[in-house]
């Protein structure tokens, strides 16, 4: 029997949890799922064979304790909680797998971690993740029929079903709703066009939007990722004229998103004084001028340069009711990140009946014998219900397919690694198809 | 005979030391010079009793010889610096003065200094300095007439004197040009507004500018300094509703200097990959869309939706240079705003026979036996030539004056001190008017 322990058991564990049940008798596995909420561990456990603990994860003798003796464990917890993990198993020589992304810190163990002969897989969700093994996989077959790579561009989405869409973005949070609302902020974009390096700052990103039409699904707008530069090292691109990731929405959302990034509600580095007894109005009029009698409406429009028909972009901005009397109900002074982000809830959250959908697509332009190429691979998934997410499936999934392999001993590398090898991508992708998670690839004219 | 040790010989030295020297006969001052470029204290100095000394300020022993036996110490060095000097001061129990912020560093000091019977002054140049002096007489002499504050606004600008405006900016750098390029970046700026809390993210600070009216002098625009609020306290201010602190430049200036900040061009968190050999339109185009044809200026103005004939905003950007192709000229890779800073200077250093200009505005509303009043104060000081600058007047002296005023024992204030008592704002502005730097009082109708 091999022991593993999985780290918490949230909405990104659940098919993750399920997948390794159902694998467990056929290959022996001694399944632990450890969470500090022991209901939540225990509701998304079927077996009786498996262990469900409660863990508290400061407590440093019951995470040696309950990890000793395990072939793997795989951190589903914070981020940050991770190197805590990693640094355990480093000392009891087991495998790790995460599907964040492989920090600073942790890249700082690779050595350590490779002399040990142990893999600690990182990336290995959706975005990052399955973005890695369908890029990879894209990229090598090229190679391997002697293209040569010139442009890279890859967006992913996690969005609403098209069935479910009932609000002018045509948008809901299908998961972490902090990143959505602090998407971009920190520091400047950076990618590569056509050989030139270009730079946007936080401000500008929702203006420089690019569209992309998905087969069946209608047409999307994406917005620049952070840093695209790094990931020509990652997939071996580093003579690629073009480099650029991003994110999916709808069509009109960034424009309108804009606005709230115009105004500074976005903004996360300071609390907003008094603002626990204000109301959506007032939120929204701290970043406006004061008038005695002018509108809220009017001063945002004038301060904006919103026009009086735009009817799409101010169908948007109403709906989402900033500018309701209604108080923000946040029980303490919090940062204007944290109260759009409360007001957006009201109306974004996922309903009982709601499904997300994943929209993912590459598109790589090369050459081969002389002309110039393009091919586009696109995924699309939709989710169950509110709790069986596309999201939760394409997260949980590829890292779930990842451990069978590392436990099989399918895996060789050895080290802090990501999921870029063909003996990582090519079982994951595979057995995803089964799951219904299939890539489409066309070539454009 | 009193020990005065004066740390630091730079430009914002330069009245202090003459102040000094020419007091120091007077009332027996030992007067030493501490720079690490004993050429530049020399060239300070005109007493041979003065004596200048070469100081490594990272060899603790040597300023701790040279400390030892002060009545005073007076740093002008780097602001960084100033705790490791008022550290020295505290164990030899020798009182300080400085004209830079009081840091969160000093604060903690303050109740070891009170204890030892100190006065480490704070804050005592001119922004801030003068403005604390002028705003304190104005504030306190309406106070003691039973005068009720309820608006404060002040505006302090560090421009060139009108004749010797060259450049469609009406602008050149009369200071330190790194925080000019910097200004308002870092946090959103935050103020009070007819008992509003208001707040504008950096991004928009230089689209939200009041105008001004100086007699004499025309119209200056004043965009918000970081943070207004914490002078609520210093000045007494509580209950103000209005509580506005800016920047002066002349009119046109801010809505030119968004487009930089619009590029991204002010943005010192990055390093520009490959811009050692950039050339300024290389630069620029760094932040702008890749198009095969079009040019440089007119995907600027599209970007930032500047109208054909805005000719005083193009106008401006045309005079910096920043479409040239001239090399940036930088011996290696800089940040955004350290390039764009570079790229300024070439134009907007001060020519030999340039003279700089200072202007200072304060306005106040408050209520007196039951009516509504206003008064405005301002002070407008022009300077010498290229070293002898009113930045410079306008900094040392008072400065000076303080230490005058310390070493007379006339400071029974202890603690890490603001110059914000009438024992220090009463005869420093006096004196100051001796040097030609008077603030003009008007009742607005």
């Known amino acids: 029997m091999k022991k593993i322990v999985v780290f918490g058991a949230g909405l990104s564990a659940t098919y993750l949890i399920s997948y390794l049940e159902q694998n467990a008798a056929d290959y022996k596995w001694d399944l632990f799922i450890a969470d500090k909420d022991i209901t939540l561990a225990k509701s998304k456990c079927k077996l009786d064979a ?7 994860i400061n407590n440093n003798k019951a995470v040696t304790d309950l990890i000793h003796g395990s072939a793997l464990v795989v951190s589903m917890l ?10 355990e198993c480093l000392d009891q020589k087991i495998n790790l797998a995460t599907a964040s992304y492989l920090s600073e810190e942790l890249k700082e163990l690779h050595e350590q971690v490779k002399a040990s002969e142990l893999v600690f897989l990182n990336e290995c969700g959706l975005d990052p993740g399955i973005d890695h093994l369908s890029a990879m996989k894209l990229l090598d077959g090229i190679r391997e029929n002697g293209g040569k790579i010139t442009e890279f561009e890859s967006f992913t989405g996690g969005l609403i079903a098209p069935d479910c869409v009932d609000n002018p973005w045509e948008y809901k949070f299908t998961w972490n ?34 569209e992309v039409d998905i087969d069946g699904y209608g047409k999307f707008e994406g917005y620049a990722n952070r840093d695209s530069l790094k990931y020509r090292e990652t997939y071996g691109l580093d003579d690629v004229k073009t480099m650029y990731r991003g994110t999916f929405r709808r069509r009109g959302f960034s424009k309108a ?38 509108s809220v409406e009017l001063k945002l429009k004038s301060y904006l340069g919103i026009v009086q028909d735009d009817i799409y972009l101010w169908e948007k901005l109403e709906s989402t009711g900033i500018f309701s009397n209604e108080l923000i109900g946040l029980n303490k002074d919090a940062t204007p990140a944290q109260i759009l982000q409360h007001i957006l809830e009201k109306k974004w959250s996922l309903k009982e009946s709601d499904r997300d959908m994943i929209v993912m697509w590459h598109k790589v332009t090369y050459e081969q014998n002389g002309t110039s190429k393009k091919i586009e691979s696109s995924l699309v998934c939709e989710g169950e219900d509110r709790k069986h ?3 939760a499936k394409t997260v949980g999934l590829p890292l779930a397919i990842a451990c069978k392999q590392i436990l099989e001993g399918k895996v060789n590398e050895r080290g802090c690694i990501l999921p870029t090898s063909p003996e990582l991508y090519v079982p994951i992708l595979e057995e995803l198809e089964y799951f219904g998670v299939v890539f489409k690839e066309t070539e454009p004219v």
């Open 50 to 56: 498996t262990r469900c603990v409660e863990i508290d």
């Open 78 to 87: 914070p981020a940050f909680l991770h190197i805590k993990i990693a640094q």
């Open 177 to 210: 709703p902090r990143n959505v609302v602090l998407a971009g902020s920190g520091s400047a974009v950076k990618f590569i066009h056509n050989g030139k390096y270009k730079f946007i700052p936080y401000h500008r990103i929702f203006r420089r939007t690019e």
């Open 257 to 294: 998103w804009n606005c709230f990034v115009q105004l500074g509600a976005t903004d996360d580095s300071y609390i907003l004084p008094y603002s626990k007894g204000m109301s959506h109005r007032q939120f929204i009029n701290t970043f406006l001028s004061y008038h005695p009698t002018d």
């Open 389 to 391: 997410t596309a999201m």
